[in-house]
């Protein structure tokens, strides 16, 4: 169809590039016809009068570039192939909606079930939780997938920004999750690969 | 019996394994699964519920009771 509509808006018939006997006569009669409901009609029949170059250029926006489908009757084994395909485009995307909602509930549950009750609430109610690391800094992992990791001062006042991130287009939770136990068990590497950037005041 | 677990991250959330620790086969399998995410570059945690003390693992223990396999971190 983009083939087909980027022929229509040029400046030449379709009928230059379509297979379709229906198509290219449709064009040809709207081009060459001599009535005066024909662009070539209005370009001979009207060219005495002061106004022809208007009613031949709207006979043209008329033809072809207004309502370019017109070009083109689908037959209805055409239209019925339209309709399958629709049919199994829009049941792929339901399918597809339906793996991503059960990805995010998959991966908040074992967030979930890896947060101490106090983490989980303040999950709940300020969509973050604090994590005492394994080298004793405090760090807060704010919703996000990355740059959602601060460390901070016993006040929760945000010292540095890191930007680290588990690959493999995880869901969001699993992030988390991941940034968690790394801070919790793997410091270290995890402020390696860590780009840090200073909070200023 | 005792039963343990291996969660796998993914873009289609985690995907679990279990196995019995007195079942050999599935014991086989899970460590052969350990070492395969290993290799590419996942990093293993042990972990309980509720989130206790737990702990990274680099050898595959079939004792583990819960285990958490997290792909390669890069910087952002």
Known sequence: MANYLANQIGYFPTYYASSSTSTWTTTWNAWNYTSTGTTWGNWTTTAATTTFPQVVWNQWVNDVLRDPYQFHQQTEAEEEAQRVRNAQLEERAAKHRADAAQAVERAETLLHENLRPGQRRMLRERRRFYVRSQRGRRYEIERGHHANVWEVDGSGKRLNRLCVYPTGGLPEADCMLGQKLHLEYDEDRFRQVAHITPVVA | ?76
């Open chain 2, 1 to 76: 019996m005792a039963i343990h677990e291996m969660r796998t991250m993914g873009s289609s959330g985690d995907t679990k394994l279990l196995w019995d620790s007195e079942q050999d086969a599935e014991v086989d399998n899970a460590r052969r699964t350990f070492n395969d995410l290993r290799a590419r570059g996942y990093t293993a945690f042990a972990v309980r519920k509720g989130g206790e003390k737990g702990a990274q693992v680099r050898e595959f223990d079939p004792e583990a009771e819960s285990l958490i396999m997290v792909p390669q971190i890069a910087g952002g």
